[in-house]
């Protein structure tokens, strides 16, 4: 893959495919989400929260790997906490995607991931 086509690939895109590795099972976990592009970062809102299980699996190996399109990135997640931060990310979330789609998928705002894009 060229570098930028990952980038490319992203372009009017609303889902990336994100893949981790379980906390407990060490297997990999693809699961699609939404996300924000923002430069060379993307963000990313767990449906749960802290509560989520790919959110948890984040902490534990932050090297994440992400599809689209056929294009494919890998890059080390962090986790965002700050509560000013989070709320800077739903924002940007509900400006994407519409303040009833945030309200109606996302049960908890109390965190958010940064993946840098190379």
Known sequence: MSPGSFKKALKGKDE?????????????????????????????????????????NVLKTPTVRLSVEGSEDSATAKSITDPAEVRDVVD???????????????????????????
């Open 16 to 56: 990336v495919e994100i893949t981790v590795t379980g906390r407990r099972s060490g297997r990999s976990i693809t699961n699609p989400v939404w996300f924000v592009r923002e430069g060379d970062k993307l963000y990313l809102l767990p449906g749960l929260g802290s509560d989520s299980d790919w959110y948890r």
């Open 92 to 118: 940007k979330f509900g400006a994407k995607y519409g303040a009833g789609q945030i309200q109606q998928y996302y049960t908890k705002l109390d965190v958010a991931v940064e993946i840098p894009l190379r």
